[in-house]
């Protein structure tokens, strides 16, 4: 258990910190720095899979990065309405994020186009509605360091030793301070 709540926090990690590098770095918001980045995603998906006891959840720390990279390599972006984009590519992005990788991005590959104007203009619009209904709200992630576990799950992950179980060292067979050790066995 605290392996996986390890692995979960650590890919937690690589999730803000990937992701908050496409919101501030214009040259990681290319197509062919998302078909980097969706190779190495793959990899470790791939892991996940293979380490599943250990990995536990991890995979799903990684899903605004993978929702990001997603649309970095849709295919005819200018072709998708602003519901689309909010609706099924990045449920789990806020407007505000995704435009910004929105009107940042540029196909340093084809050369095709990106969104739409006219789904630029509704996601500027909203923007500016949300950051005059909330004037603080940056549209960085958070990065948490903790890892949370509870008494619950170390108590659920421990396992039932019995003394019985336990060998007495040689050593302390023959002392006789530890004929305790030895009777209990017996």
């Not at 470790?44 to 006891?53: M, V, Y």
């Not at 923007?127 to 903790?146: A, G, H, Q, V, Y």
Request: proline share 3%; hydrophobic share 35%; net charge negative.
């Amino acid at each position: 258990m605290i392996i996986s709540k390890t692995f979960s926090q650590v890919f937690s990690y690589m999730n803000v910190q990937l992701f908050n590098s496409l919101l501030l770095r214009r040259e990681c918001c290319s197509s062919s720095n998302g078909e980097f980045l969706k190779a190495g995603l793959q990899e470790l998906e791939q892991w996940c899979k293979t380490t599943g006891e250990y990995a536990g959840t991890s995979w799903e720390e990684l899903k605004w990065i993978r929702q990001a990279v997603g649309f970095l390599v849709l295919h005819q972006k200018s072709n998708k309405s602003l519901e689309e984009i909010t609706d099924e590519i990045c449920p789990d992005l806020n407007v505000t994020q995704v435009y910004r990788i929105g009107t940042m991005f540029w196909d340093d590959k084809y050369g095709t186009h990106g969104l739409s104007p006219d789904v630029i203009a509704k996601m500027r619009i909203m923007t500016n509605e949300d950051s005059i209904n909330f004037p603080n709200s940056s549209f960085l992630m958070d990065d948490d360091s903790s890892i949370p576990f509870s008494v619950e799950d170390l108590s659920r992950s421990l396992l039932e030793i019995s003394s019985s179980d336990v060998e007495v060292p040689q050593l302390l067979r023959q002392n006789s301070e530890f004929n305790f050790l030895v009777q209990n066995m017996d």
